[in-house]
Structures are given as structure tokens and as C-alpha cells.
């Protein structure tokens, strides 16, 4: 009963109940699951969620209740100590460990993938202005991101992060430039030259650190957030290193209200391992004397929408996946996704486009509007 009340008293604030009868109120299966959460805070709540301790109708809602009443604010966890102290001592996104996200997170399967995404497999933030779907809403962001860069016909440009080659595919037959993509993840590379095939797009299996070469674009969509703070800089100065000198440089990453330095540690457990999302202060230190800020735009709101739409087509076509998608992944993935969506809407994560250049547009720069569909 001790640890019951205790998580109670936790809760509270936040305006959810134990067993209550509204949608993002907690149903407890297993009494274990106050123990857990007590004691090993957010990791416990994810474990006992994926080992079936507890329900909720509404886990989104649930979720940014909670933030909202900054709840995880108030308590400092053993397990998020120790995330703490090896951010500090160790490089955990050093050259030996750059292709650990990808055998872990990217390639646990296209057939995944392919059913959870839209048809285009846009693995980032759509942006849901005048679309009803998803599939109009990810080209919604793909053309914006190519205007934002100014792409015209015979330009070079090179997505670091490319995925499963959506950009790249876009960028070579909307706008009819040449195309360099770079992955870590061996089945996005195999599966992004199926789909860029008979295209003027390269697709590499490498760091970004590794890489040589002038572009005239570059963009990194969705892929800052594995780079690590004790990068950032490096990461900085390879771009500028790569991109011509009257460029420009697009940065779509996850934003952070504040500065961090490890995950939360339920994700870094079994969805991103050594991964983590930057702030404000921590890319304008790393850009710092490299680039001029041209534009900073927030669509961090329209995540929302677009994790819920992953998680809708999880449910619609997990009957065609085999069974090594259990029960057990099932719900890590409804977690993950719909936990997500709750962070976002309690608006304590952000996504944020950057445009840089090296030394600042002689006549500014202006954003460009979305193109209504």
C-alpha cells in the first residue's frame, strides 16, 4: 500500500487516477506495477506497460497530462543518474558506435517500416497544413524543405540521414537536381536504391564523418538527434566543410526546451539507443562563428498528428506482419509512438527547421509559404 500511495501522490497533480474511469486514467493489472514506477520512475512505467502491468484508453492523453504538470520534473530517478554521469564521462556517439543506431532501431525490418509510414516511408515530422492524410502531409514537408533550400535544376545536394530515400527521390524528380545520401542503417541503404534507382541518386552507407565532397544544399532531416552533445560541434564543421560557400544548409531535428545530455531512459533502452535531443542553446553553440542563422521555424505541433497516424496504420496492417512482431513489440510500439504524441502536445519537445548559411545572404533570406494542395 506504501508504494500505491506514494505513486497516487505522484499522479495526482496531473489529474490521473489509479483505476479511475476516464480514458487517460491508469488500470492496474498487476500490483507490481507500483514498485516499478516508484522505484525506477520513467523506465519502470514503459517496462511495465510493455509487460502488460497496465492500461490506459488514452496513453497520448495520459502522457501530456503528466508533462504538463511537469510532473517527471519533480523527481529524480537512480536509473536517469547514471544516464547522466556516462553522457558526461563517455562519447557514446563516437566513430565506433555511429552504426549502432542503425542495426538497432532502423533495421529491425522494411516490412515494419513500410506498413507503419507513408508511401513515400518519411521517418520525420509531416506538416499537416490543407492535408487530410499523411501521404499529403510528408510531401507537404518534402517540397517545403526543397524550397526552403532554394533547390534548382542541375544543383548538388546531400541528405545526411537519408532513410529510405524519400528526400532524395523527391528532390531528384520534383526539382532535377543530383542527389548524395548517407545512412547507417544497412536495410534503409538497400531498400533507398530500390527506390531511387534509374534517378541521379547515390546512396552510401556511412558517418557523416567520413564523408568528402562539395554540395551545393545540404539538409538533415530527423537525424541531429543521434548525433550527441560532444558532437555537435564536429557535426557543425563537417557540414560547413562540405557545403559550397554560397549555400545553404537545412536542419530539421526534435528540439528540447532545455539541455540535456542522455535520453529518457526508457527510450535510450529499447528505442534509441545513445541518442538524444538537442536545445536551442546547444546548436546556436556549436553554429556559433560557422553559420549564420537565416530562419528558425517551429512545427513541432504537427508531430502530434503525425504519430498518431503511424501508430493508426500499426494497428490497420499488423495482421500482415510475421510473427516476430509480437504482442510484447506491439506494445513497446503503441508506448513509444502514442507517448510521443503526448510530448509533443504538452509541448515540452518541439521540431524545428533551421536554415544556415556560411556567411549570411547578401538580401536576406525569406521563408517561403507552404503551397496549399
Known sequence: MKFEKAVKNILSPAGVSINGDRPWDIRVKNRGFFPKVLLRGSLGLGESYMAGDWECEMLDDLVCRIFRADVPDQITWTSEANDWVKARLFNLQRR????????????IGNDFYARMLDRRMIYSCAVWDGASDLDTAQENKLDLICRKLGLEQGMTLLDIGCGWGGL??????????????????RQQAELARQH????PVKILLQDYRNLTGQFDRVASIGMFEHVGAKNYRTYMRKVHELLDPGGLFLLHTIGNNRSIHYADPWIDRYIFPDSVI????QISKAAEDLWVMEDWHNIGPDYDKTLLAWWDNCEKHWAQLPPRYDEKFKRM?????????GTFRARKTQVWQIVFSPGGLPDGYRRPALQKK
Open 278 to 281: 538537442p536545445s536551442i542553446s
Open 96 to 107: 565506433g558506435r555511429a552504426f549502432n543506431i542503425g542495426r538497432v532501431h532502423y533495421d
Open 333 to 341: 510500439w503503441r508506448y513509444y509512438l502514442l507517448a510521443c504524441a
Open 196 to 199: 531511387c534507382k534509374k534517378l
Open 168 to 185: 532524395a527521390r523527391f528532390a531528384a524528380e520534383r526539382y532535377h537536381v543530383s542527389v548524395t545520401g548517407i545512412t547507417v542503417s
